[in-house]
């Protein structure tokens, strides 16, 4: 143990705070989805409660507080805080995810070193190009169905913007093992295992490539994210691993991918409040950087995040013993009522005039990015989410037709049942 006196005198969090009364919550999370945190937080009238997932003791956080308790540095780590199977689907063994202090700090560091203005602004370029190619056959196609789309394109557009060779980018392959990867990371089993079968291919193929860029054969441009991974270095002075250098690529290409969950829901909410569309049209920046943020807020992806108390504290006369395993309500805090008046609306005017404390908005963790896990491809997020509202509303004249535009929030990760069809007008002879 390694808290000192002081916080022994402390209550233990389990038994400081309401619990919920079922033996066991993990089919009652699975079936209920998003709302699982909240509808406890409320039925118990708290934001903190303790519950059993998969047979282990958590202690379940949410909202603005809660935020700045759990993204403090050094204080959670996330080895042994997420399921395996999302773990191995995601960041995977040996990613930055996993690692903690300085050894994090390092990798982490490399992992921004890609994410600089000039980087985002090279995507945005990328990503405007295969926007336009992909628009180009749509009038063929009497039906688009836009979220196999958008992950056709954010394929295509990490892969060259990583500096992939075109001849290394088999793009309908890879994107199908992508989708399935993000697909499989909530946990039902028939998904999971589609995701790690088809995962393996790619791992094989990046583990390719990174051995190919090592030994010449391949020569990305230099300051490119595959030759960065490549190269990279570890605190030992040391390359990284093969098998650890694999998925830092596949770690900064597969979220790429899963944008275009954020940019199919851009479009619903483009469909349901159209009033938007026509500033998001001229390309105001204001009105689109406010209503990709209020889609990141008001729509759902990860559910929650998992940490385990690496060093002993106290919060709210709380004592956090070591090895605590602690859930962070992501859903519930973007949709907490302290902090977002009429949360259930879609309202991007909130976000006009907004100056974030980086512990409000955490649809992609909340705090430092250097010194946490918050997600270091946050600003690309929001400018690919942008690009592409702009690209449709601007450059493409299609409808929406009759079709099941419902949102099972009891499936994670969710979208539109339909993955939203849109019907694109010929072009004029
Ligand atoms: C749909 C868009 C995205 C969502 C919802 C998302 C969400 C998240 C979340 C919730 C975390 C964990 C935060 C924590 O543990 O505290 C994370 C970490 C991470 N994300 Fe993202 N992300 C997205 C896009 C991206 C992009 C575009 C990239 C890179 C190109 C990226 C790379 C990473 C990496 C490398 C980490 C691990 C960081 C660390 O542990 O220090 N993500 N992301």
Redo the contacts with the bound molecule.
């Keep these: 143990m390694s808290f000192s006196d002081n916080q022994s005198l402390h209550v233990p969090v389990e038994q400081g705070v309401p619990r919920t009364r079922s033996l066991d919550s993990t089919l009652k999370l699975l079936s209920e989805g998003y709302p699982f945190f909240q509808r406890r937080c409320a039925e118990l009238d708290t934001d903190v409660f303790t519950t059993r997932l998969m047979g282990r003791r958590a202690v379940c956080v949410s909202g603005h507080e809660a935020a700045r308790m ?2 403090q540095p050094n204080r959670f780590t ?1 080895r042994g805080a ?1 399921p395996p199977t999302t773990l191995m689907l ?2 995977d063994v040996g ?5 903690d202090g300085e050894d ?1 700090r390092h ?2 560091a490399m ?1 921004m070193s ?2 600089t203005p000039g980087d985002r602004a090279r995507m945005v370029t990328i990503a405007q190009e295969e926007w336009r190619a992909h628009f180009a056959r749509w009038p063929t196609l009497r039906r688009v169905t836009l979220f196999d789309e958008t992950e056709s394109v954010l394929c295509a557009a ?1 892969c060259r913007w990583a500096g992939i060779p075109p001849s290394h980018i088999d793009r309908p392959r890879l994107a199908q093992e992508f989708s399935a990867m993000i697909d499989g990371a909530g946990n039902v089993f028939r998904r999971t295992m589609r995701g790690l079968l088809l995962r393996r291919r790619t791992e094989a193929w990046a583990k390719g490539l990174i051995e190919a860029v090592r030994a010449g054969q391949v020569a990305p441009e230099p300051g490119s ?1 595959l030759a960065v991974i490549a190269r990279h270095r570890d605190r030992d002075e040391q390359p990284l691993g093969v098998d650890i250098a694999a998925n ?1 690529l596949i ?3 597969r ?2 991918v ?5 940019i199919v829901f851009g479009a619903h909410a483009m469909h349901e409040y159209p009033e938007w569309r026509p500033r998001i049209a001229t390309g105001d920046d204001a009105a689109l950087t406010a209503f990709a943020q209020e889609v ?1 807020r008001c729509y759902p ?2 559910p929650a ?3 385990r108390v690496l060093n002993a504290f106290v919060w709210r006369g709380l004592h956090f013993a070591e090895g605590t395993w602690v859930l ?1 309500d ?1 859903h519930g805090t973007n949709h907490d009522p302290r902090l977002w008046p009429e949360p259930q609306r879609f309202k991007p005017e909130r976000f006009m005039a907004w100056q974030s404390d980086s512990f409000d908005l ?6 430092d ?1 250097l010194t ?7 600003a ?2 929001v400018d ?1 989410v942008k690009t592409a509202l702009h690209l449709l509303a601007s450059e493409v004249v299609y409808t929406v037709p009759r079709q099941d535009l419902s949102i099972d929030l009891s499936r994670m990760p969710t979208g539109p049942a339909s993955r939203f069809q849109i019907e694109v007008a010929p072009p004029v002879r």
Aim: charged share 15%; net charge positive; with cysteine.
């Design positions: 759990f993204w996330r997420i995601l960041q990613s930055a995810q996993t690692l994090h990798r982490k992992m890609l994410q990490a994210p830092e770690n900064v290409l979220p790429v899963a944008v275009a969950r954020f990141r992806f990860f995040v998992g940490g962070f992501m955490v649809p992609q963790g909340g705090g990015y946490g896990h918050r997600c270091p491809g946050e690309m997020t690919l």
